[in-house]
């Protein structure tokens, strides 16, 4: 894995991409430039092109990018021609909202498959999918050679989870559980707590 | 406002704070060091002391940190020691999934009201909670003085429910919609989605 580029910088690439769809499919634009994409992001010209400028050259002198091209540009850059199939474990409230959510299409993603330990809920209806055993966790994801996962289980289980996502070859997870996990090198890891991100804002209150 | 201290250090500042009480309440620790808090969230110990200093002297020379009374600093410190009425605006999915997560307790946080305008969801009950109309939100915000809120609708109407929090005196905004929200100056506003996390990740696989 090369890390030439800045997390940062490639941190900003799907908050682009995000938004060109936007203006593409939206509001039907065929051509931007990274003063309006600035404006509209709260994010400088200068960075959005130095940015991009790290992997090539997509706008021209006076006209701008070609939304559509930088588009197809972004989501080479981000392996997202494909769509990734997506292991959701947890099938309380919050998986419950995870696989009903529509945002996921045409972004790269697709939730496959939603796991959770308790009799209860397996063999229930969520979304398009049905609640599977977590004893089946690790045979569906060697067999479908999955790579991304979405963490949606309490704090006191979601390190042994993620243990056991890695173990059969899990190379991206998305943590919703409220504590720091240990990952190996080469694995990804992103976190998303709300209570982070709110108290993170009370300090400016 | 004063900006003297780096938001990226503010933004370390709550990870701390849940690493700290996990070792307090999870585990019963009364003592730790910089090196064993870094150790844990994958830190360096130099950069947690770095960032702790900005604040004042909370830890000594060869016996580290008090835990508990860290924890009371920092509390102090991102204005947790009261807890905020949270709004949540959305009464879907991950409303549902918002109502119904006791992540919340204890840490600051308590949601207070949450607002739909279906029709079908309005006088529902959601965890302790009764969905309100959308047409009680301005009144339910200014009665009680309510500063934080969550936006959990879709894209297109984010902006405008955005617009009509700000306009009320909501100061700090944790939004769940898939666009970028535009808010004056003094509004604190942060962002949850799932599916920029994961395209951030994909581009290292």
């Known amino acids: 894995m090369t890390r030439e580029i800045p997390d940062i910088v490639i941190g900003r690439l799907p908050i682009y991409l995000r938004e060109l769809t936007r203006l593409a499919e939206d509001?039907?634009?065929?051509?931007?430039?990274?003063?309006?994409?600035?404006?509209?992001?709260g994010i400088s010209s200068a960075q959005i092109r130095k940015d991009l400028s790290h992997f090539g050259e997509f706008g021209k002198q006076g006209t701008g990018y070609h939304i559509n091209y930088l588009i197809e540009q972004l989501r080479d850059i981000l392996h997202l021609a494909?769509?990734?199939?997506?292991?959701?474990?947890?099938?309380?409230?919050?998986?419950?909202?995870?696989?009903?959510?529509?945002?996921?299409?045409?972004?790269?993603?697709?939730?496959?498959?939603?796991?959770?330990?308790?009799?209860?809920?397996?063999?229930?209806?969520?979304?398009?999918?049905?609640?599977?055993?977590?004893?089946?966790?690790?045979?569906?994801?060697?067999?479908?050679?999955?790579?991304?996962?979405?963490?949606?289980?309490?704090a006191n289980h979601a390190q042994e989870i993620t243990d056991r996502l890695v173990s059969v070859g899990i190379r991206s997870i998305l943590s919703y559980a409220p504590i720091h996990l240990n990952v190996p090198e080469g694995v990804e890891i992103s976190y998303s707590d709300p209570v982070i991100q709110l108290q993170r804002m009370t300090y400016y209150l």
């Open 82 to 154: 494909k769509e990734w199939d997506v292991v959701v474990v947890g099938a309380g409230f919050l998986g419950h909202a995870l696989a009903n959510y529509h945002g996921f299409l045409h972004r790269g993603f697709r939730i496959s498959w939603i796991f959770d330990s308790d009799p209860a809920k397996i063999g229930a209806a969520m979304g398009d999918l049905v609640v599977q055993s977590i004893d089946e966790l690790e045979t569906t994801i060697t067999a479908n050679n999955a790579k991304v996962a979405v963490i949606a289980v309490p």
């Open 27 to 41: 509001e039907g634009k065929i051509n931007t430039s990274s003063h309006e994409l600035g404006k509209r992001l």
